[in-house]
């Protein structure tokens, strides 16, 4: 698993330049391709050329570096986000768990789904159904304790048809991305309709993104002071779902700063590709579009899981890069596909 | 007006660890007194023990730098809030040009007060009430239209006593801890009562402490698509109030760590102390008391502003730092005092 520090990695670069041997910092070095698991093409270069234009300062599009904010939704385009959400199976193996508890659940949906291994059901309820069934089984314990049962279940539990662990189903060309980004100036965020706490705790690891720069869903938390000391609990009331509309509000909330570069892949996106290419700097906008059926999976207008509908047309009227993960990608997977 | 960039500290730190003539990073350097306004006492020397334990990897209490985050108030703690909040003064402001368009106002609190230059009236309507006036009157424009407001009037405003720019009316003994915790691997947070967007335009300017890393009480934001782009409206209606045990509820959200560093100065603060003090880390809180009649106001249990009451029954049963400004600081504003 990639592990990827973004201070490690300002601080391994000013210390690379700072003594630097030759002394000359014009000189360019012999530079590897940043992006090796991106075939060339149109979707590569338009990432390349964005960030030369931004980071040039004789360029007019030139961006000072506190500007250069980069925010990445994450279902679906981070990792992958079939056959359901993954943070949903973690929903359902907390549900079956909890069940004994909950009686009324055997004839209310989605629990009832849940129960019934009912898939379909599940997906048809909503992406608010879907999140109110996470929200519902990740309430009752303290942060602290939630944070360890996730943690614990992710170490544990495989996905169902690849085997592999999820924080495996990362997608490579994209940890090419994060990386090229910051290496280049860019604070990267990422912007989730998942749940924040249920991400945070494995982001930098994986993604080389700290929790300060994760924006996510909630619950409602509560302060209680306890005998050894104080507590956040989570309550099962859903605080903010970070989706369409809401993720421009979430990102003015959590970073208060327009961003340059915002990459997505579903209409629960287009919202915030909108705010990142709607003001005054050169804004950059991309979308994965999912026509691997091989190597991932295909689905795109109309898909339960991940619709991307509006957001192909609009990328087309508009000229946002559109990624196609079997035309542009090398490889998907940082293991072997 | 002191101008300082945690980034540029870092990358400034780095290069003279980096590039060391001697190259012997463990020969102590000549080192000036890190905070020189701080008269020698128990509350300077607790700052600087703590920062000592959590740093030395040697200590048993030892910190991992991305853990080292620290939380600051701002009204009272950063900068003085008599004879009221500052923000009050441009939210006065607001009320008197706009209200010709809200003749309610004549008779509603507590525009009423307002109108009629009535401040006792005005501060006895307590902080709900001041907060509903800030929200009521920073609403109708976008985030970006609402920056321009709030810096034109810190740009052109001064304070009613003092005659001088608000953000001079800051606590140079609170830029040197700011100071001197970055320079040991903090990441330094405002966490405040204020509004979030009357912060971030000059938190980075003033204190080293960029957008990103202000939170504070919101109003809601509804993201609308213009001819020209795309903005973020302000609606006339309170979002979130970051005050009392709201204060690590935001911080969960904002940051996603228990901070183990807090400093206040009201009770406002109580539940933030108790938070970065509750955890498993070992964890620090402090306390500004505003005893200096002379040099800045004198107020604590019996204040409408910035009440320090139950406060400092905790400080006492609990050991906490108390800074008495009158004894252990030797100025307190950046210019002469």
């Given at each position: 698993m990639k592990i990827t520090s973004t201070i490690a990695g300002i601080l391994t670069l000013t210390i690379l330049l700072a003594c630097s041997p030759s002394g000359n910092g014009s000189q360019p070095a012999a530079t590897a391709d940043p992006l090796p698991s991106w075939i060339d093409g149109d979707a590569k270069q338009e990432i390349l050329d964005f960030v030369a234009r931004v980071t040039d300062p004789a360029s007019s599009e030139f961006v000072p570096e506190a500007e250069r904010i980069a925010t990445f939704d994450n279902d679906g385009t981070l990792w992958a986000e079939q056959p359901l959400y993954f943070q949903l199976f973690f929903a359902i193996d907390r549900v079956k768990a909890l069940a004994p508890e909950h009686?009324?659940?055997?004839?209310q949906q989605p629990f009832k789904a849940v129960i019934e291994d009912d898939l379909e059901a599940l997906v048809a309820s909503g992406k608010r159904g879907l999140l109110e069934l996470v929200m519902a089984t990740h309430a009752g314990m303290t942060t602290d304790e939630f944070e360890r049962i996730a943690t614990a279940w992710l170490d544990t539990t495989v996905h169902p048809?690849?085997?592999?662990?999820?924080?495996?189903?990362?997608y490579q060309p994209m940890l090419e991305v994060l990386d090229y980004l910051r290496a280049h100036g860019f604070k990267t965020y990422i912007v989730s309709a998942g749940g924040i706490e249920f991400m945070r705790p494995w982001t930098e690891e994986v993604y080389g993104i700290p929790p300060e720069q994760v924006v996510g869903s909630s619950i409602k938390t509560s302060f209680e002071i306890r005998d050894n000391g104080s507590v956040l609990m989570r309550l099962p009331e859903i605080d903010f779902i970070d989706d369409k509309a809401a993720k421009p509000v979430a990102i003015n909330s959590h970073i208060g700063r327009r961003p340059i570069a915002a990459f997505g892949n579903s209409d629960g996106d287009l919202q915030m590709l909108q705010y990142a290419t709607g003001g005054d700097n050169p804004g950059f906008a991309l979308l994965v579009h999912h026509d691997d059926a091989e190597r991932e999976w295909a689905y795109d207008r109309e898909s339960h899981i991940g619709r991307l509908d509006k957001g192909l047309d609009e990328a087309d009227a508009r000229g946002w890069t559109v990624v196609s993960m079997q035309d542009d990608w090398r490889m998907i997977f940082p293991l072997a596909d």
């Open positions: 009686p009324e659940w055997k004839t048809t690849s085997g592999r662990p999820f924080t495996d189903m990362v």
